[in-house]
Nanobody
Framework: QVQLVESGGGLVQAGDSLRLSCAAS????????MAWFRQAPGKEREFVVA????????NYADSVKGRFTISRDNAKSTVYLQMNSLKPEDTAVYYC???????????????????WGQGTQVTVSS
């Protein structure tokens, strides 16, 4: 079992920055693909970004490319999401997710991930 805990959300204005953190525990972290998803009220869960165990080939959704940056610190079992130039449409609950399996499905699909955090709210006012 893997436990994931997100933190760092808050209420900000458009153009501001936030850094989210996701701390993992329970099993080996360094070989897991990690991802961030987000979900706004009444909408489907949306892929944001995924990062491999090595951290060398992240994949970003087009909507956040150039504004958000994912990173991971395997020694601290933590993954980060640096969010710059925030927009009102970024408002959502942000979830971190872990994929512990090699052949789990597309990286951009929620079904590929077997562990999820409780989420942290990000609200961006105009």
């Amino acid at each position: 079992q893997v436990q994931l805990v997100e933190s760092g959300g808050g209420l900000v204005q458009a153009g501001d920055s936030l850094r989210l953190s996701c701390a993992a525990s329970g099993r080996t972290f360094s070989r897991y693909t990690m991802a961030w998803f987000r979900q706004a009220p009444g909408k489907e869960r949306e892929f944001v970004v995924a990062i491999s165990w090595s951290g060398g080939r992240p994949n970003y959704a087009d909507s956040v490319k150039g504004r958000f940056t994912i990173s991971r610190d395997n020694a601290k079992s933590t993954v980060y999401l640096q969010m710059n130039s925030l927009k009102p449409e970024d408002t959502a609950v942000y979830y971190c997710a872990a994929d512990s399996k090699y052949d789990s499905g597309p990286y951009y699909s929620p079904v590929a991930y077997d562990y999820w955090g409780q989420g942290t709210q990000v609200t961006v006012s105009s």
